[in-house]
C-alpha cells in the first residue's frame, strides 16, 4: 500500500521560509505527476504547485516567484520551497501524487496534511 507523509509545517514569521517535504513510499512503479494543494479555514482547497515527470512545473499565480516545486525520483520526494511566507500563505498543505503500482491502475493518493502558520 503507497503512502505520502508529509514534513516539514510549522510557525513562521511574515517573510520567512519553510521546506515542506512528502515522501511516498510503497511498491511503485511511477510516479506521474505530483503536488500541493492547500486549504485554509473557509476556503475551497486550491492548487499551489504540481510538477510532472518531465520537470514541467506549474504555480498558483498567488505563490509565483516565491514557491520552487522539486522532486527527487530516486527518493520519491516531492519539495515546496517557501520563501517570503505572507500571513495568507496560512494553511493544510496536502501532498499529492498520480501513482502506478505494478499491476495496478495509476490512482491518486493523499498525505494528510500540514500545516502552515505564517503570523508574526
Known amino acids: 500500500q503507497v503512502q505520502l507523509v508529509e514534513s516539514g509545517g510549522g510557525l513562521v514569521q511574515p517573510g520567512g521560509s519553510l521546506r515542506l517535504s512528502c515522501a511516498a513510499s510503497g511498491t511503485i512503479r511511477i510516479i506521474y505527476t505530483m503536488g500541493w494543494y492547500r486549504q485554509a479555514p473557509g476556503k475551497q482547497r486550491e492548487l499551489v504547485a504540481r510538477?510532472?515527470?518531465?520537470?514541467?512545473?506549474d504555480y498558483a499565480d498567488s505563490v509565483k516567484g516565491r514557491f520552487t516545486i522539486s522532486r527527487d525520483n530516486a527518493k520519491n520526494t516531492v519539495y515546496l520551497q517557501m520563501n517570503s511566507l505572507k500571513p495568507e500563505d496560512t494553511a493544510v498543505y496536502y501532498c499529492?501524487?498520480?501513482?502506478?503500482?505494478?499491476?495496478?491502475?495509476?490512482?491518486?493518493?493523499w498525505g494528510q496534511g500540514t500545516q502552515v502558520t505564517v503570523s508574526s
Open positions: 510538477i510532472i515527470t518531465g520537470r514541467t512545473t
Open positions: 499529492t501524487a498520480d501513482i502506478n503500482e505494478p499491476g495496478r491502475q495509476t490512482r491518486d493518493y
